[in-house]
């Protein structure tokens, strides 16, 4: 089974709103990696996290890996139109052999 | 560069025809791996591969066969398609270690009647 969970499933917020995606890993990962998606598009890198409790900005949003590094979160904060689309986390497993991704968190926004 | 580019973007299929999903990369990544995607179940590693001639199972591994002659193409192959296979596929590469920033090519909707 996927070894990489990530909730919820689905978000829908008003414009402005907060949003909030969430990773686990039944196994220690050796990095994390969060990519976008957009409709209709491909998955596209947007971060890696490596170490033990890190938090990485970009703009408006906010990475953070867990201390035991089974977990992560994505926070956009004052969310955008432009932020639609599926946010994915994926992690190496098999001593980095595989990157698995998890299930995807699909974000839709009204204006 | 072109980075990872797909053939075709779009087939429709009868089941048990047989077809090729082409991939090729001009970044010389040692890694290449073919994802497909269907609502709900994100992004589920089919094969991939961390060289030229050597390649490996990932978690939906029945059904497909691919090969990896060059550093440039994965091709993966659908010897006998089943309306199961109806996805969206993406091939991916990058280099090789597990902290590598991956890239996708722009994908293949398939279809299977």
């Known amino acids: 089974g996927q070894q990489v969970m990530q909730i919820p499933q689905y978000q829908h917020v008003q414009e402005g709103e907060d949003f909030t995606t969430y990773c686990n890993s039944s196994t220690t990962l050796s990095n994390i990696q969060w990519y976008k998606q957009r409709p209709g598009g491909h998955p596209v890198f947007l971060i890696q996290l490596v170490k033990s409790g890190e938090v990485k900005k970009q703009k408006r949003l906010t990475f953070q890996f867990g201390e035991a590094k089974k977990n992560s979160s994505l926070h956009i904060t004052a969310t955008q139109t432009t932020d639609v689309g599926t946010y994915f986390c994926a992690g190496p497993i098999q001593g980095a052999q595989k990157l698995v991704f998890g299930q995807g968190t699909r974000l839709t926004i009204n204006p | 560069n072109a980075g990872v580019t797909q053939t075709p973007k779009f087939q429709v299929l009868k089941t048990g025809q047989s077809m090729t999903l082409q991939c090729a990369q001009d970044?010389?990544?040692?890694?290449m791996s073919w994802y497909r995607q269907d609502p709900g179940m994100g992004l589920r590693l089919i094969h991939y591969?961390?060289?030229?001639?050597?390649?490996d199972q990932g978690e939906v591994p029945n059904g497909y066969n691919v090969s990896r002659s060059t550093t440039e193409d994965f091709p993966l192959r659908l010897l006998s398609a089943a309306p199961s296979q109806t996805s969206v596929y993406f091939c991916?590469?990058?280099?090789?270690?597990?902290?590598?920033?991956?890239?996708f090519g722009p994908g293949t909707r398939l279809l299977v009647l």
């Open positions: 970044m010389n990544h040692e890694y």
């Open positions: 991916a590469s990058r280099q090789s270690g597990g902290g590598e920033t991956q890239y």
């Open positions: 591969s961390v060289g030229a001639g050597i390649t």
